[in-house]
């Protein structure tokens, strides 16, 4: 019964954890009851200012779970078993986990500075904050759990956005289109 948020990435400045623990900590306890939330990352290279917040959090709050690093098909699975993908970003060219949600038919919350924020059309196929902005990262945070079972729409168009910009066939499309241009 509980919301669950997945949170993917190598702990660095640039994928800002650490934006979302100062999150999920302005969160009133009615919300952290009913939420749960899963970060995966390597832990062997890591930004400390990063990674070490996350650490803290995560004995403090037993919602918290590092899930440590996972294989490409682990993460997939947990995409498909979670009700939204954070992808804090301070600055992000192209999360590939939140196309990947996408895909699944699930949530992406992201910063509006990652490159699948081009697509994203906030409350309509998924959801985006300013970067580095913890207040409105939690704001979001409680729109979901409040809603998480209100938003079928918002998942179904933001997997038509995966399917439109994302799918391999659009890639292979493209490239057909890119080889043909040059050769004929």
């Known amino acids: 019964g509980k919301v669950c948020f997945l949170t993917a990435g190598t702990y660095s400045r640039v994928k800002a954890q650490d934006v979302?623990?100062?999150?999920?900590?302005?969160?009133?306890?009615?919300?952290?009851?009913?939420?749960?939330?899963?970060?995966c990352g390597n832990e062997q290279m890591v930004d400390e200012s990063v990674f070490l917040p996350v650490e803290k959090l995560s004995k403090e709050y037993e919602n918290v779970i590092l899930l440590h690093q996972l294989s490409r098909q682990e993460t997939l699975k947990w995409m498909e078993q979670c009700d939204c993908l954070i992808a804090p970003s301070r600055i992000d060219p192209m999360p590939t986990v939140a196309a990947e949600v996408m895909m699944k038919g699930n949530l992406c919350l992201c910063t509006d500075v990652c490159g699948v924020a081009h697509y994203i059309e906030d409350g309509r196929n998924g959801f985006t904050v300013p970067p580095e902005d913890a207040d409105a990262l939690a704001e979001k945070i409680t729109y979901i759990i409040d809603n998480n079972t209100r938003l079928d729409a918002v998942r179904e168009a933001g997997r038509a956005v995966y399917e439109k910009y994302f799918a391999m066939a659009v890639f292979e499309e493209r490239i057909v289109e890119l080889a043909e241009g040059y050769m004929g």
């Open 20 to 39: 979302l623990v100062e999150a999920i900590r302005k969160l009133p306890r009615e919300y952290l009851v009913r939420a749960e939330f899963y970060f």
